[in-house]
């Protein structure tokens, strides 16, 4: 069992930044991929990064290439989101995912999920 708790989320101004934290517990001792998936209200869930346990492979949605950043530091079993540049779009429920093997986009191809932490953007 893997218990996962995002942290980091707040109410910022357009043009501006937070980080996102997601500490890892239970099970760490297996090699896990990670996500970042949001959902905003009335819409679907959306994959907005992942990375693989060693951090080799990284994959990013279309709507935050190059304005989101995800790392990972295994010794402190923790996911970070880098969010900078950010938009009242981006305003949405932000989730941590872990999923075993590789990283996907897919939000079914994840076992565990966080409790999600609000983010809003205002214009």
């Known amino acids: 069992q893997v218990t996962l708790v995002e942290s980091g989320g707040g109410l910022v101004q357009a043009g501006g930044s937070l980080r996102l934290s997601c500490a890892v517990s239970?099970?760490?001792?297996?090699?896990?991929?990670m996500g970042w998936f949001r959902q905003a209200p009335g819409k679907a869930r959306q994959f907005v990064t992942a990375?693989?346990?060693?951090?080799?492979?990284?994959y990013y949605g279309d709507s935050v290439k190059g304005r989101f950043t995800i790392s990972r530091d295994n010794a402190k079993n923790t996911v970070y989101l880098q969010m900078n540049t950010l938009k009242p779009e981006d305003t949405a429920v932000y989730y941590c995912?872990?999923?075993?093997?590789?990283?996907?986009?897919?939000?079914?191809?994840?076992?565990?999920w966080g409790q999600g932490t609000q983010v809003t953007v205002s214009s």
């Open positions: 995912a872990a999923a075993r093997g590789n990283p996907a986009q897919q939000a079914s191809l994840y076992s565990y």
């Open positions: 990375i693989s346990w060693g951090g080799a492979i990284i």
């Open positions: 239970g099970r760490t001792s297996s090699t896990y991929a």
